[in-house]
């Protein structure tokens, strides 16, 4: 029978693809004591790279989008350094959203919240979380959204 996560991501209509591999010289996940910290997660799909400017190129509805694929990585992540047990996971503790934006665009914490309503839809209760929405200038490769995450485990 699969876990909870697993049959709610299936409720959902979604699935959690391989953790993507880092682009530089870092790990993708750290435990450390009772956490997990996760690296930080870049806009994409199986399609390739979410890039674009927010407030320029692209909507906050379309930012939301790519802070939810976001969303997903950072759930492969954590499902890999758990080796797949999810009974592990205990909660979310903190999300750090970045968004690659025009200095005059303000909505960075409606573009995060695709991220944060993702984690709260999948893990309930668990997923909700400490949070900073933060605009950035430019981010790697041109990306829309990075996002970072702690999670507590067993």
């Not at 999810?86 to 999300?95: E, G, Q, T, Y």
Request: glycine share 10%.
């Amino acid at each position: 029978m699969p876990h909870a996560i697993e049959a709610r991501l299936a409720e959902l209509g979604l699935e959690l693809k391989s953790a993507p591999a880092p682009a530089a010289n870092y790990v993708p996940w750290v435990i450390s004591g009772n956490q997990i910290f996760v690296s930080g997660q870049i806009s994409q799909t199986e399609a390739g790279l979410i890039t674009g400017k927010l407030g320029a190129d692209l909507s906050t509805e379309q930012g939301a989008q790519a802070a939810r694929a976001c969303a997903l990585s950072l759930l492969a992540q954590a499902k890999s350094a758990l080796g797949g047990d999810w009974s592990r996971l205990r909660r979310l503790v903190k999300l750090t959203g970045f968004v690659n934006c025009t200095a005059d665009f303000t909505d960075q914490p409606k573009v995060i919240n695709g991220a944060s309503d993702l984690m709260v839809a999948v893990l309930g209760e668990a997923g909700r979380h400490a949070r900073a929405a933060v605009g950035a200038p430019s981010l790697p490769m041109g990306v829309a959204v990075e996002i970072e995450a702690i999670f507590e485990i067993a």
